[in-house]
């Protein structure tokens, strides 16, 4: 009997272990409800560097107008409010921040909700639904909050600071699951320095390939650069492994691709949409320096196009006999010279 219920154990943990073993960063499919209720826009920040105990921001900034309404991503428990667990104290001086357990052991946290009365940055509003507290159970799609610039967002543009965390605790990029609900996000441009999904041998796709790409710019030897990950690509990610002192076993995780990004050439920002204020992205930060170096104050060059970034865009395009508008296509592009 001793045997047999040891070789079960054997059989079933595995694979319960694997159902909970994400990767941080890993883009999942996990299925949630868009977090917000009006427009709004994102772009992939997961990976941003920040001064955090995990060095970058993972996370999703959903930019959104002030008030703009905030709802659960699925149906669940309301674990914190602004980081208290008690009802009955919800530390309003650290207003405005929703942590949200959902019924299938999910966790979406939900940061600098309003803390504003409305029209005014006063920092005396207060951005909770009525009766969000913790312990009380919301329906996905259910109004808790609304959008502000609580907390340190206070002098970046508006948004939902979004993270979400599978049943072990594990921070996911939730960049497509948010682009799986309807979030008006473009596609991530570099998809295995995003996180796509883990590689190994035997896959196919356009990531593959850049894969391949990231490889032989390294001086490895992955094979023809075909999308295919083949045996060669195999032995050149193992070598890569080897190189950077990583466990060795051909699998493209967190780790290798934590290797492949700090190697990966620097990408060039790409101005394919109209910035403007609310905008986030490589391509505002771009901006943002060159603002800067024509003598104009952008404010910090976070990346983040908000109120300041907006007047010297204005001052620019008043200087420069653009029409004013606040808007950066390709005609102030050019008067910046990018
Ligand atoms: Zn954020």
Redesign the pocket.
């Known amino acids: 009997m001793g045997v047999v219920a040891v070789a079960v154990a054997v059989a079933v943990m595995p694979a319960a272990a694997q159902a909970t073993s994400r990767e941080f960063g890993e883009m999942v499919d996990h299925v949630i409800t868009l977090p917000v209720d009006g427009e709004h826009h994102l772009w992939d920040?997961f990976w941003?560097a920040?001064s955090n105990e995990t060095g970058v921001?993972h996370?999703?900034?959903i930019m959104a107008d002030k008030m703009t309404p905030v709802v659960a991503a699925a149906s669940g428990t309301i674990r914190l409010v602004n980081w208290s667990s008690r009802p009955d104290d919800l530390n309003p001086e650290r207003c405005c921040t929703i942590v949200l357990r959902h019924d299938d052991g999910w966790e979406s946290w939900y940061?600098?909700l309003n803390n504003d009365t409305p029209g005014t940055d006063d920092g005396k509003g207060w951005g909770i639904a009525e009766g969000i507290v913790p312990g009380v159970h919301v329906d996905a799609g259910q109004l808790i909050g609304w959008v502000g610039d609580s907390g340190n967002?206070e002098s970046t543009a508006p948004?939902?600071?979004?993270?979400l965390r599978d049943p072990a605790g594990v921070v996911v990029n939730p960049y497509a699951a948010l682009r799986a609900a309807g979030a008006n996000a473009p596609a991530p441009s570099d998809a295995v320095l995003a996180g796509v999904r883990v590689l190994r041998q035997g896959m196919r796709g356009a990531d593959v390939e850049r894969l391949q790409q990231l490889l032989a710019a390294e001086g490895l030897d992955p094979g023809p650069v075909d999308g295919i990950f083949g045996r060669r690509t195999d032995r050149a990610v193992r070598a890569f492994q080897r190189d950077h002192g990583l466990t060795v076993d051909g699998i493209v995780g967190s780790a290798t691709r934590g290797a492949l990004r700090r190697v990966a050439p620097a990408e060039g920002p790409v101005f394919d949409r109209i910035l403007r204020k609310g905008s986030i992205g490589n391509d505002v930060r771009a901006v943002q320096s060159m603002l800067k170096a024509a003598g104009f104050d952008p404010g910090p060059v976070d990346a983040v196009f908000g109120g300041k970034t907006l007047l010297a865009v204005l001052a620019f395009q008043e200087a420069n006999g653009l029409s004013v508008d606040g808007l950066v296509g390709p005609k102030t592009l050019a008067a910046l010279g990018a």
């Open positions: 920040t941003a920040r921001h996370a999703q900034d940061i600098h967002a948004h939902v600071h979004f993270e």
